[in-house]
């Protein structure tokens, strides 16, 4: 059930790709700046802590009237709860994308192997300096695209992504909120408040 559920969280992603061009222009409502966390356990009293923190250092998150939100969605693995919740969460997420509500993610590798999947993560070279990246090292995270062989079986298809994310998993909000857990930082392809997003992963190099 846990690999039929990660098949149909990339097909959602993918899917949601659809409602990306018509969001890139930036028509439609801002609903605000917003963070998700996404994995399978975490500490959402520490979620709080941190959005607090990171409001304070960024007051400017206030947009469009609205204060900032920090989302926590428990999705991919180890997390709790029967296999239709699980849908019905990688569905609303997929909406979420699709309407341009989020700008930054903070999310488990299994999590972020799912986006990449989909095209929802805007590459590092799109916002980070080459000086930037460099400090990065290893720190930097790619992903193997997968395609589907005779048998309709997703199998590794030999080509990488660019660099789409880094490991945030040192900083101690994030071993706070996520217990240890390896987590990468991205932005979403259609995030209506880019420069903030930029700012906000800023905080991390």
């Known amino acids: 059930m846990k690999t039929k559920i990660t098949l149909a969280l990339i097909i959602i992603f993918g899917l949601s790709l659809l409602?990306?061009?018509?969001?890139?222009?930036?028509?439609?409502?801002?609903?605000?700046?917003?963070i998700v966390f996404l994995s399978g356990f975490m500490n959402e009293d520490e979620i709080n802590s941190y959005g607090e923190y990171l409001f304070d250092l960024m007051p400017e998150l206030h947009v469009a009237g609205r204060d900032p939100r920090f989302t926590p969605m428990l999705m991919g693995r180890n997390a709790m709860g029967d296999p239709q919740m699980a849908m019905g969460m990688a569905i609303r997420l997929s909406g979420m994308f699709?309407?341009?509500?989020?700008?930054?993610?903070?999310?488990?590798?299994?999590?972020a192997n799912n986006m990449a999947q989909g095209g929802s993560l805007m590459p590092l070279s799109n916002f980070l300096t080459e000086a930037e990246m460099r400090t990065l090292g290893d720190r930097i995270l790619?992903?193997?695209?997968?395609?589907?062989?005779?048998?309709d079986q997703q199998v590794p298809s030999g080509?990488?992504?660019?660099?789409?994310?880094?490991?945030?998993?040192?900083?101690?909000?994030?071993?706070?909120?996520?217990?240890?857990?390896e987590i990468g930082i991205f932005i979403i392809m259609n995030s209506r408040n880019l420069e903030l997003a930029k700012e906000v992963v800023r905080t991390f190099l």
């Open 98 to 111: 699709a309407t341009a509500e989020v700008d930054v993610v903070l999310a488990s590798m299994d999590n």
């Open 19 to 34: 409602g990306l061009s018509s969001c890139l222009g930036g028509g439609g409502a801002n609903t605000g700046f917003q």
């Open 142 to 151: 790619t992903f193997e695209l997968l395609s589907y062989n005779q048998y």
């Open 159 to 181: 080509e990488i992504t660019p660099p789409l994310g880094f490991s945030v998993t040192d900083n101690e909000h994030i071993r706070a909120i996520f217990s240890g857990q």
